[in-house]
């Protein structure tokens, strides 16, 4: 069955960088993009950005470009995403996901990830 | 600013049905499909409908969606226990260079 299996908590300092793993297991890593999201404290679901795996490229949510760096690694089916200049807004459970797309076409997500805690505290 | 509105709560008692409303614009949800998720506390959300009323496997026939010009819902018929949790309405937004935009999220209560 399809598997994303992300990587263990994390605790920063603010102006930091964070990179969280997410490994895919159980379906063709290179047919399917991957998403990240996110859930701080007491908020709702927000999108972090994706890589589309047709053209390698990245889309992030207009309030982390230039913070996010999105990837893919298709040699080891894994995905990464790196937060940087951290502040303790970004503490939260981020989530990579399977994106239901076409081709550069983002329609939803469907397998989630286990969420990683990132905690940036002084 | 793009927001998909939803009712913070919604309760029923076990059997009731209930609906969920998501409310949009002609930046999202009026030319894009909307998906619906489940999140329980401390665990990873779930996928509940896809392409505004397509059913996963595996996801009881009690969930259903609909969608109509910038509005969609999601209907719990039967309501039971397990079905508390957060639900999510999400879509994409074709505004500034575009990005995926998940609803206020809704609390369902089983009384």
């Known amino acids: 069955q399809v598997r994303l299996l992300q990587s263990g908590t994390e605790v920063k300092r603010p102006g930091a960088s964070v990179k969280v793993s997410c490994k895919a297991s159980?379906?063709?890593?290179?047919?399917?993009?991957i998403s990240w999201m996110r859930q701080a404290p007491g908020h709702g679901l927000e999108w972090v950005g994706w890589?589309?795996?047709?053209?390698?490229?990245?889309t992030s949510a207009q309030k982390f470009q230039g913070r996010v760096t999105l990837t893919l690694d298709t040699s080891t089916s894994t995905a990464y995403m790196e937060l940087r200049r951290l502040t303790s807004d970004d503490t939260a459970v981020y989530y990579c996901?399977?994106?239901?797309?076409?081709?550069?076409?983002?329609?939803?997500?469907?397998?989630w990830g286990q969420g990683t805690t990132v905690t940036v505290s002084s | 600013q793009s927001v998909l509105t939803q009712p913070p709560s919604v309760s029923g008692t076990p059997g009731q049905r209930v609906t969920i409303s998501c409310s949009g614009s002609?930046?999202?949800?009026?030319?894009?499909?909307v998906y619906w998720y489940q999140h329980l506390p401390g665990t990873a959300p779930k996928l509940l409908i896809s392409a505004n009323d397509q059913r996963p496997s595996g996801v009881p026939d009690r969930f259903s969606g609909s969608k109509s010009g910038t509005s969609a819902s999601l209907v719990i018929s039967g309501l039971r226990s397990e079905d508390e949790a957060d639900y999510y309405c999400a879509t994409w937004d074709d505004s500034l260079s575009g990005f995926y935009l998940f609803g206020t999220g809704t609390k369902v209560t089983v009384l």
């Open positions: 890589n589309s795996n047709y053209n390698g490229k990245t």
């Open positions: 159980g379906y063709t890593f290179s047919s399917y993009g």
């Open positions: 002609s930046s999202n949800l009026a030319h894009n499909y």
């Open positions: 996901a399977r994106v239901i797309g076409d081709r550069i076409y983002f329609y939803g997500v469907d397998a």
